[in-house]
């Protein structure tokens, strides 16, 4: 059942709060960097989601603590964990106790993040190897529609089995 948010954009039966990201990702406080589930699109093989930069975030107070700035590796960290809970979202039917990151290329770093700021995150499949749980995405970040980094990168799923 297709959903519109205030500003038109839309939800589908796929998005999810803080609270079903929590059942899906085993990261924790600090290291949940996730906040909501905007979007999942499986034909299109797409998902969005928001991570709200707080001033309270642990890493502002040695990076910088004269100008605070979002560490781009967790950044790059923000979209796997995107990239994670598009799989385990799209995908129910794989099983896996985890989802981990194998590599990342083609990183850059156009913007800094900094409190205050919603960072927009943007995945997209562009391969996936299903039955050995591999999967290669390209994802962006972005801060009032201007990037602030974007990457290549390929998670691999461990089975449950």
Same mark, same amino acid.
């Given at each position: 059942?297709?959903?519109?948010?205030?500003?038109?954009?839309?939800?589908?039966?796929?998005?999810? +709060?803080?609270?079903?990201?929590?059942?899906?990702?085993?990261?924790?406080?600090?290291?949940?960097?996730?906040?909501?589930?905007?979007?999942?699109?499986?034909?299109?093989?797409?998902?969005?989601?928001?991570?709200?930069?707080?001033?309270?975030?642990?890493?502002?107070?040695?990076?910088?603590?004269?100008?605070?700035?979002?560490?781009?590796?967790?950044?790059?960290?923000?979209?796997?964990?995107?990239?994670?809970?598009?799989?385990?979202?799209?995908?129910?039917?794989?099983?896996?106790?985890?989802?981990?990151?194998?590599?990342?290329?083609?990183?850059?770093?156009?913007?800094?993040?900094?409190?205050?700021?919603?960072? +927009?995150?943007?995945?997209?499949?562009?391969?996936?190897?299903?039955?050995?749980?591999?999967?290669?995405?390209?994802?962006?970040?972005?801060?009032?529609?201007?990037?602030?980094?974007?990457? +290549?990168?390929?998670?691999?799923?461990?089975?449950?089995?």
């Amino acid at each position: 059942m297709e959903k519109l948010m205030e500003d038109g954009k839309r939800i589908n039966d796929l998005s999810l +709060d803080i609270e079903g990201i929590l059942k899906l990702l085993p990261h924790r406080y600090p290291f949940l960097l996730v906040d909501r589930l905007v979007s999942l699109d499986r034909e299109q093989r797409h998902a969005q989601a928001q991570k709200m930069v707080t001033v309270n975030e642990p890493y502002f107070e040695g990076h910088f603590p004269a100008q605070r700035v979002m560490p781009g590796v967790l950044q790059m960290e923000a979209l796997a964990q995107l990239g994670a809970l598009y799989v385990l979202r799209a995908y129910p039917e794989v099983k896996t106790k985890a989802i981990y990151l194998m590599s990342m290329d083609n990183c850059r770093f156009r913007k800094t993040v900094i409190p205050g700021s919603v960072l +927009d995150l943007n995945v997209s499949m562009v391969h996936e190897r299903r039955a050995r749980l591999i999967f290669k995405f390209k994802g962006v970040a972005s801060v009032n529609g201007e990037v602030a980094s974007e990457a +290549d990168f390929t998670a691999m799923g461990v089975s449950a089995d």
